[in-house]
């Protein structure tokens, strides 16, 4: 394995829950109420629901309150906190280890955790919209343009935002161009105060009043935006409101976050309180499950892996490596044939030949569903294709999908839960290291059993442009983090490019996964604001596009050098119905393999069962069974689970998986088979996935208990 190319940062990050494996053994109402009355469950909920919060307090304290529902809903939550592993409030926080001689991993008493609480963005970004409206604190901003904004013939488009329902929308906006508009985008490039930008177009013709009230349309527009306008990129949010208007009472909030987190657990939950009252003072609209954002860091005595586990999860890797079907980004290779077709060999700016209108567009599948015109055009698509995607990627069968079909008609015909693959009939695959990304994250399960203390190793997500994708969102949380990030961006650094981030807020609640702190030197900002110098600025109109030998190359003209954009978030930007953003996501990809996780591929898309997928001691995909509508309907019968468990052997105790939300079902417990049943009910089809801690033991203990675990591993070049 020292002859790979790729070896593990010595730094991982681990993922555990705040409950064992055993909160949900023998579930019952009466255990449920217990473990609710557990005051880190307690403040948990609370944080993710008050409005629940208030209800479940009615449930433990009156022993008459009847309300199945509820029941369900706690049980819900109560799997999450005992089951999954990614972090989210008080239900699982993460901690830093090492690679080193020997395993031992112990964690400190969870009183000892430490937490970082943020108000939530969607609060955060409502109360700049109210704070931009006060005259006295407008007059003291400075203004920027509109980082989307571009000049084509006599016009300018921009695009604009509103909010409805705490939801984002974007238009695209188109105005007429002016010398008055010029001169004032040109003296705001650097910012400048609204009496500097209307003073600077006063004449005999245009008074001072006249001038102001034309520079606060373009703000009311949007044309212009204040330096505390959002941004996900950053020290603190709050801070940086706080010292751009020096509003008193945010010096107060501060306080009172700033004394939330010096305890993990609150039996009394007034610190929260006191904050929601100050807040309402303030009268600005808010909702209460919409405010507090908390990530909570498993600290530990030890975190140290052995680092012969590393070459077991290499050996997985390169296995997947072997049996990955390699596929380009359709809407890249689009695109370059339609950029080609209309451009050749020239290099055009990148908001021109991306224009919906006089451009090639991007994606072809959106293409024409939408014109720019002078007043506005709402950019939410719905994707009325049916296609995913996944499915939207063309696929060309190879070998190793051959491989894998007759691995599985095999199994299908022998009634196997597992398929077993060897080096014998893998030998005459190659491996391809040279189209992967320069670091790249795994994400495993470290498993003992219980007979020999062997290490089971599941690979369950392999690849992505960067191995700080998963990364980036906890950056506020220690040094630690930092750290790893900051060594992945060293991996990362070419010679003859710039690594730029892309700073973008899709809608407001989006942004407590996406803020993170500046991990670049320099970052694209594309509506949302960057907080970074402005010469470690890359505004959209200083990026150029051009093609040469088939591959996309942009480049800043300010710069004079070629530009990588990169993210280090897990946003899902391939919903994004705004052309430029989902370009230069997609533009991580080119010309590299992206994933390498276990596929079945379409030519076995109609299957119900897939088996359990292994080489030696590394588990590359848990049986799974993927359940159609007619058969879910007949389940609300409860009298047909037993036949229907026998037809496709599915154990007692499984999960109900949606994307990486896991739901623990186990079908001799009365409850959790309600939630089963509550779960399914309307659902076309479902997907159900084997839960491996039947059979394993997790590695990660505390006491007598076992805690379910999720480690990061950073792959490097």
Same mark, same amino acid.
């Given at each position: 394995m020292n002859t790979k190319p790729y070896s593990l940062l010595e730094k991982y990050i681990l993922r555990t829950p705040i409950l064992s494996n055993e909160v949900l053994s023998n579930i019952s109402s009466e255990k449920i109420k217990e473990v609710c009355h557990e005051p880190i469950v307690s403040e948990a909920i609370f944080l993710a629901s008050p409005e629940l919060h208030a209800e479940m307090q009615k449930y433990l304290s009156d022993q008459d309150y009847d309300n199945p529902k509820l029941e369900l809903s706690l049980l819900k939550y109560i799997s999450r906190m005992g089951h999954r592993c990614t972090p989210f409030g008080l239900f699982a926080g993460i901690s830093v280890g090492q690679l080193g001689e020997k395993t031992a991993i112990e964690f400190e008493d969870v009183t000892k955790y430490k937490r970082a609480t943020r108000l939530d963005m969607n609060y955060l970004c409502s109360l700049v919209q109210e704070l931009e409206n006060i005259p006295e604190i407008r007059s003291n901003l400075l203004y920027f343009p509109n980082n989307s904004l571009y000049e084509i013939g006599n016009k300018y488009r921009y695009i604009e935002y509103k909010y409805n329902n705490a939801i984002r929308h974007h238009y695209m906006i188109a105005i007429d161009a002016s010398r008055y508009i010029s001169k004032v985008l040109t003296l705001a490039e650097k910012g400048a105060k609204i009496k500097d930008l209307a003073?600077?177009?006063?004449?005999?013709?245009?008074?001072?009043?006249?001038?102001?009230?034309?520079?606060?349309?373009?703000?009311?527009?949007?044309?212009?935006?204040?330096?505390?306008?959002?941004?996900?990129?950053?020290?603190?949010?709050?801070?940086?409101?706080?010292?751009?208007?020096?509003?008193?009472?945010?010096?107060?909030?501060?306080?009172?976050?700033?004394?939330?987190?010096?305890?993990?657990?609150?039996?009394?939950?007034?610190?929260?309180?006191?904050?929601?009252?100050?807040?309402?003072?303030?009268?600005?609209?808010?909702?209460?499950?919409?405010?507090?954002?908390?990530?909570?860091?498993?600290?530990?005595?030890?975190?140290?892996?052995?680092?012969?586990?590393?070459?077991?999860?290499?050996?997985?890797?390169?296995?997947?490596?072997?049996?990955?079907?390699?596929?380009?980004?359709?809407?890249?290779?689009?695109?370059?044939? %339609?950029?080609?077709?209309?451009?050749?060999?020239?290099?055009?700016?990148?908001?021109? %030949?991306?224009?919906?209108?006089?451009?090639?567009?991007?994606?072809?599948?959106?293409?024409?569903?939408?014109?720019?015109?002078?007043?506005?055009?709402?950019?939410?698509?719905?994707?009325?294709?049916?296609?995913?995607?996944?499915?939207?990627?063309?696929?060309?069968?190879?070998?190793?999908?051959?491989?894998?079909?007759?691995?599985?008609?095999? %199994?299908?015909?022998?009634?196997?839960?597992?398929?077993?693959?060897?080096?014998?009939?893998?030998?005459?695959?190659?491996?391809?290291?040279?189209?992967?990304?320069?670091?790249?994250?795994?994400?495993?399960?470290?498993?003992e059993t219980d007979q020999t203390k062997d290490t089971t190793i599941s690979l369950f997500d392999t690849g992505g442009p960067s191995a700080s994708y998963l990364l980036g969102r906890f950056s506020h949380t220690s040094a630690d983090v930092k750290e790893i990030l900051y060594e992945i961006v060293e991996k990362e650094e070419k010679e003859d490019r710039i690594l730029a981030e892309i700073v973008h807020l899709p809608e407001s609640r989006t942004g407590n996964i996406l803020y993170r702190n500046p991990i670049r030197k320099h970052e694209i900002a594309y509506l949302a604001k960057s907080n970074l110098p402005s010469e470690k600025q890359l505004h959209i109109s200083d990026l150029w596009i051009s093609i040469q030998n088939n591959t996309i190359l942009l480049r800043s003209k300010k710069l004079n050098q070629y530009i990588e954009p990169r993210m280090a978030n897990a946003h899902n930007y391939e919903d994004s119905p705004l052309p430029i953003y989902q370009f230069l996501g997609d533009m991580q990809t080119q010309n590299v393999c992206n994933t390498l996780n276990f596929t079945w591929g379409p030519n076995l898309s109609d299957q119900t069962f897939f088996p359990r997928v292994r080489y030696k001691n590394v588990i590359l995909s848990p049986a799974q069974w993927h359940i159609k509508e007619n058969e879910l309907k007949e389940l609300q019968d409860k009298n047909s689970f037993a036949e229907w468990q026998k037809k496709h052997n599915i154990p007692s105790v499984f999960l109900l998986a949606d994307h990486d939300n896991e739901l623990v079902i186990n079908l001799e417990n009365e409850i959790s088979k309600k939630m089963f049943l509550s779960e399914i009910k309307n659902k076309r089809k479902v997907t159900l996935k084997e839960n491996l801690y039947n059979e394993f033991d997790s590695s990660i203990k505390k006491g007598k208990h076992s805690y379910n675990n999720e480690f990061i591993f950073s792959l490097y070049q």
């Open positions: 003073q600077s177009i006063v004449s005999a013709e245009i008074s001072i009043e006249d001038a102001e009230n034309f520079i606060n349309n373009l703000i009311d527009n949007q044309i212009l935006l204040s330096s505390i306008s959002p941004t996900v990129s950053g020290d603190d949010y709050l801070d940086y409101i706080y010292k751009n208007t020096g509003v008193t009472w945010l010096e107060e909030i501060k306080k009172h976050i700033k004394q939330l987190d010096q305890h993990v657990i609150h039996q009394d939950l007034s610190p929260y309180q006191n904050i929601i009252d100050l807040l309402t003072s303030i009268k600005i609209p808010f909702n209460k499950k919409f405010l507090f954002q908390t990530d909570l860091v498993a600290t530990t005595k030890e975190n140290e892996l052995d680092k012969e586990i590393s070459a077991d999860v290499l050996k997985g890797i390169t296995v997947l490596n072997k049996l990955t079907n390699r596929r380009k980004n359709p809407r890249l290779e689009s695109f370059k044939k %339609a950029f080609y077709k209309r451009y050749e060999d020239e290099e055009v700016p990148l908001s021109i %030949a991306l224009d919906v209108e006089t451009g090639v567009g991007y994606n072809q599948k959106h293409k024409g569903t939408f014109d720019v015109c002078p007043l506005i055009d709402d950019l939410i698509l719905t994707n009325t294709s049916g296609e995913t995607a996944q499915s939207y990627y063309k696929y060309n069968l190879g070998k190793e999908d051959t491989l894998i079909y007759d691995k599985f008609q095999a %199994a299908k015909s022998e009634n196997a839960f597992e398929i077993v693959f060897d080096d014998k009939e893998l030998k005459e695959f190659r491996e391809n290291w040279d189209d992967l990304p320069a670091t790249f994250p795994v994400m495993c399960t470290i498993f």
